[in-house]
């Protein structure tokens, strides 16, 4: 039988340990294990022998770290010492019986990946794409991806391996005491993106003792529906000069990794401290257990790189606010690449209740899919809320829903014969959750039944192509009554058979439902109410309308899914409805921005603008105030945070400005274009944020290139748009180098450009040196710098 | 854990001045946020070493070329090399602030700091009562004096940070999490008391210089 059939239906042994083994052979800390695939090839043979001659059905071979970036001192290319090592591995089977599986083992880069690390999503796949393609082509028979601590790191890994392998994938993941990822996941939200990206079965390794693990394991069995596999470590480890020790022993581990066998895992084995004589005696105690066959689950859920929003119990919130349709702000924003405001938008939502985030940044003339990497990517690294990706364009699409960190639900399929076949492959590729349109060729069908169909036929072709109906959502489309008074109940029919008689969860867009009438919120919000009473699992609304939320609420209540009614009471209660506030009008601008009021600066800044123009808003009341905060500063008077609270509340100002502007049409003159980035190598960005915040507040045009950044795309930027300043920041000494290169090819590329530079290991004395125009050596002394730079 | 308020002054620039209750309240509220949602996580070990006439230090294979820390660490035969960080949770927040409020970011990633290095003072006094007739040099970390910053990969390998407690680094020696830590901290035979954790480093200009540091 092949080890996918055996999988699931009896317990199967892993081996132990092969970095302890080397230790005690005299592997030195920092030495490449892998290496003695080569120097050493008869102790790694030695060490396999041991494990197989101990019983176990899998071998791992000695390739945890065998990755590029890993291997980049040695002599050896990748494929080199994985052939050698899955070759080691295949001869010890042979030699000995003959009947067990060779797992090709597959580690962690080292790095963490952007944007919260600096290894690229793509760079990470290709590392292990070509790990893959390296013990595929050696004849492995099954991959191991282990140890693994990151969920993207995993997404990466798994699909190099879907895509370049057809052999068995297991993985298995690191868990602290707390029973977390280090990257902050939890079992669910592991479950929810390894099932999603077809794995064959999935568990934990390393980090905790069997005695620990046995404590996870009733959480992994509630949620996962693929064979289970856990490799403990001989207890957790505590360091005793200068060696690393466990403390559980054979007969101990044997004890607990039987209760495991008979708990729900199907695969077991050990991971550091287990020696052949720990396996041995695991095999002996647990011959003869039968496994528990995993079962199916059917929960509907999907997540980002840290939290699962599971669907079924009450009305899931998604916040329909990051779209531009309807609305001139949004647009604007997109258009400028002015990702702050999407981002803002963004973090309200899921203040005010949003528990996923719609994201579409869909807009004539505008590059989709960078532009929604961006907005995905970018949402992704402030926020752990699920995004639902919203597009039409099959590009954007895919790489948003390659790039998403976490299990994505995507926004749309519909009935269409193109539609299906274009979207529900990728949707199966990328492990998404999918929103399901009921329209087709011939539109949106006017009857209840006539959309029913049309959802039976997008679920019917999704099991075609192996997406399972939990993993679809249905929207029966919501059409204003004021064109047909049928219209609510026909999506609402429609949306009752489909969740409560197909079991298909659904979804529906609410404010349709009123457009052409007069105060809309409160058909919206009676429409949003019956759609609940009736099952419906999400509702695409708007979470700062009062009106929509307090129906959530109240239903919530009414339904018993809040139990004890405590999210209603902790919302209403003690607390008067939110109005709008009245405008403030006794203090003026000036104080509200010397003060840090970022809301009164807001206020004052809406109301003042109604009575002079902008521009002068701007060069007499606000200008004069931040130069006011910022003299205090340079005086000692005047310390960073107040500093700051006066530039957010000036920023409060400027959005009031702005949103006049665009309501009369007009665009804000602004002084002159600043490109700031962090250098390349440095990833410390709030120094330039700072700097960025101020510059707009003088009102520069800022373009943030952000951290990291190649020297060529500041280049190109300066050229492209013609801009003449640029600053750069830079905090360690190890990337004060790539400041000055920057410069250098700035001098070379882009001349008659000034250079004005920051950062906490910066002197004056080493701008000099680099060749800067400008040591800027607080907040302020870039605004000043930039004011003589524009002025002359 | 007690974060030192005047720390955290001391990274927003007050350079001793007292600051406004607008802005303690504000730290007061930051603080008590990130103590609600922050699990700082640790390891450390203990290893022989020989410190070298020529400026170099020996931990096993491990050979780190520091005048400094040599002296720093003269008389000792033991060493503790230590890792800690606040997690991934302190970055996102700091980013999302940086997005949101400048001003609160600003706040977060001083009380962050003065939180991971309170955090590191608890596990010297944990570490200080584990050894029996050594005492505890003041903690040194790569990118002091001449102890190059590339050591931090040493140390992190060493101590297995990656899996253990998830400190990675960038190809340019930066760690992630950003708020993280790696020290060597010498065990002598002799007491010594030290200086104040900034008062050994040769950088005098250092903006962040303790008062008490130039002491010597």
């Known amino acids: 039988m092949t080890f996918k059939e055996r999988l699931g239906k009896e317990l199967l042994f892993f081996d132990g340990a ?22 050493q090839e008869e102790i790694i043979f030695g060490i396999h022998e041991a494990y197989l001659k101990s019983g176990c059905d899998i071998l791992k071979t000695n390739t945890f770290g065998a ?23 295949k001869k010890a089977v042979q030699e000995n019986s003959g009947e067990a599986y060779v797992a090709f083992d597959l580690g962690p880069t080292g790095k963490l990946l952007a944007p919260f690390g600096d290894l690229d999503f793509e760079a990470a796949y290709e590392i292990f794409s070509e790990m893959v393609i390296a013990g595929t082509k050696s004849g492995a028979d099954i991959i191991l991806i282990e140890t693994m601590s990151d969920l993207y790191e995993i997404k990466a890994a798994l699909l190099a391996a879907k895509e370049n392998s057809n052999l068995p994938v297991i993985v298995t993941f690191t868990l602290d005491d707390a029973g977390k990822l280090l990257t902050g996941g939890d079992i669910l939200t592991a479950v929810c993106l390894i099932e999603s990206l077809g794995a064959d079965a999935l568990g934990l390794n390393c980090g905790l003792g069997p005695n620990q693990m046995k404590k996870l394991l009733p959480e992994l069995t ?67 257990i039968v496994v528990k066959p995993p079962i199916i689950k059917s929960l509907t859920a999907v997540s980002s790189y840290s939290k699962t929003v599971a669907f079924g119990d009450g009305t899931v919130i998604i916040g329909e606010r990051l779209n531009p349709t309807g609305k001139p702000r949004m647009k604007q924003a997109l258009r400028e690449n002015d990702m702050e405001y999407l981002y803002n938008e963004g973090l309200e939502q899921i203040n005010n209740g949003a528990t996923i985030l719609d994201v579409n940044v869909g807009l004539p003339g505008i590059d989709e899919p960078a532009v929604l990497q961006y907005a995905v990517t970018g949402l992704q690294s402030i926020t752990d809320t699920p995004l639902q990706i919203d597009t039409a364009d099959t590009k954007a699409m895919e790489r948003a829903l390659r790039l998403y960190n976490g299990k994505p639900l995507l926004n749309s399929v519909c009935g269409k014969e193109e539609s299906l076949h274009t979207v529900l492959p990728l949707v199966k590729k990328y492990g998404a959750a999918v929103v399901g349109l009921t329209l087709d060729e011939n539109g949106i069908p006017e009857t209840a039944q006539g959309r029913i169909e049309i959802a039976e036929k997008i679920i019917k072709a999704a099991e075609r192509y192996g ?65 609940m009473s009736r099952g419906l699992s999400a509702g695409i609304v708007n979470p700062l309308s009062s009106a929509m939320m307090n129906a959530y609420y109240a239903c919530q209540a009414l339904s018993g899914v809040d139990i004890n009614c405590s999210r209603y009471v902790e919302k209403f209660a003690l607390k008067s409805s939110p109005s709008i506030k009245k405008p403030v009008t006794e203090m003026s601008l000036f104080d509200a921005i010397v003060s840090g009021l970022r809301e009164k600066a807001g206020v004052c800044a809406h109301d003042l603008v109604q009575e002079i123009s902008p521009l002068e808003v701007i060069n007499r009341h606000l200008v004069p105030a931040l130069d006011e905060v910022g003299r205090g500063f340079e005086q000692n008077l005047v310390f960073l945070p107040q500093l700051l609270m006066s530039a957010e509340a000036a920023k409060a100002a400027f959005e009031s400005i702005k949103l006049h502007m665009l309501r009369q049409g007009g665009v804000q003159e602004k002084k002159g274009k600043i490109i700031l980035a962090t250098v390349k190598g440095d990833i410390h960005d709030i120094g330039k944020n700072i700097i960025k915040v101020l510059l707009e507040n003088y009102n520069f045009n800022v373009i943030d290139l952000g951290k990291n950044v190649e020297p060529t795309l500041i280049v190109e930027t300066a050229l492209k748009e013609k801009v003449t300043l640029i ?20 001098r070379e590329m882009v001349p008659g450009c000034k250079v004005m530079v920051g950062g906490a290991v910066l002197t004056q004395e080493y701008a000099d040196k680099i060749g800067a125009d400008f040591y800027s050596k607080d907040a302020m002394g870039s605004v000043h710098y930039a004011e003589k730079v524009f002025t002359h | 854990m007690k974060i030192q308020q005047k720390e955290i002054l001391r990274y927003l620039g007050y350079g001793g001045k ?20 922050l699990t700082p996580k640790s390891v450390y070990g203990k290893w022989s070493c020989e410190v070298n006439a ?52 600003a706040i977060t990633q001083a009380v962050c700091t003065a939180m991971i290095e309170s955090y590191c003072d608890d596990l010297e006094c944990r570490i200080a009562g584990e050894q029996e007739g ?49 020290a060597v901290i010498g065990l002598s035979k002799k007491q010594d008391g030290h200086k104040g954790k900034c008062g050994d480093c040769g950088n005098l200009q250092c903006e962040f210089r303790k008062e008490q540091a130039y002491d010597f």
């Not at chain 1, 005793?240 to 007969?251: A, E, H, R, W, Y």
């Not at chain 1, 600053?727 to 700035?746: D, F, H, K, W, Y």
């Not at chain 2, 096993?60 to 003269?74: M, P, Q, V, W, Y």
């Open chain 1, 18 to 39: 092969m970095g302890t083994a080397l230790q005690d052979k005299g592997l030195t800390a920092g030495e490449l294990p892998e290496l003695w695939n080569i120097t």
């Open chain 1, 67 to 89: 990755n590029r970036l890993k291997l980049q001192d040695t002599e050896y290319p990748v494929s080199h010492i994985i052939s050698a090592a899955v070759k080691i591995a």
């Open chain 1, 222 to 288: 509630r949620y996962c529906s693929l064979p289970i596999a856990i490799n403990p470590n001989a207890g957790v480890p505590t360091i005793l000069n200068g060696k690393t020790v466990f403390d559980v022993g054979p007969d101990r581990f044997a004890g607990d990794m039987a209760e495991l066998g008979a708990g729900g895992a199907h695969v077991i084995g050990g991971c550091c401290g287990t020696t052949p004589a720990h396996i041995a005696k695991m095999i002996q105690k647990c011959r003869g």
């Open chain 1, 467 to 531: 997406i399972h109906k939990k993993d679809i959502i249905i929207d029966t489309l919501t059409m204003t009554i004021s064109t047909g008074q049928e219209n609510a109940k026909t999506t609402l029919d429609a949306m009752d058979y489909i969740r409560n008689s197909l079991g298909v969860h659904t979804v529906l867009g609410v404010s349709n439902v009123s457009f052409g009438l007069p105060e809309r919120e409160h058909i919206n919000a009676s429409f949003f109410t019956q759609a």
């Open chain 1, 727 to 746: 600053g750069l920041s830079a905090l360690m000494t190890t990337t004060v180098v790539n400041m000055e290169e920057t410069i250098r090819i700035l």
């Open chain 2, 18 to 37: 007292p600051a406004d209750s607008a802005v303690l309240e504000r730290i007061d509220a930051i603080k008590k946020e990130l103590e609600a949602c």
């Open chain 2, 54 to 105: 020529d400026g170099t230090v020996a931990i096993g294979n491990f050979i780190i070329k520091s005048r400094t820390l040599a002296d720093h660490i003269k008389d000792c035969e033991y060493v503790i090399l230590l890792a800690a960080t606040l997690g991934a949770e302190a970055d996102t927040r700091i980013r999302r602030y940086s997005v949101t409020n400048i001003g609160k970011a």
């Open chain 2, 134 to 182: 050594l005492y505890l040099k003041s903690r040194f970390s790569p990118g002091y004096g001449d102890f190059s910053i590339t050591h931090q990969k040493d140390i992190l390998n060493f101590l297995e940070c990656g899996k253990r407690i998830g400190i990675t680094l960038t190809d340019n020696f930066m760690m992630i999490p950003e708020k993280s830590v790696t």
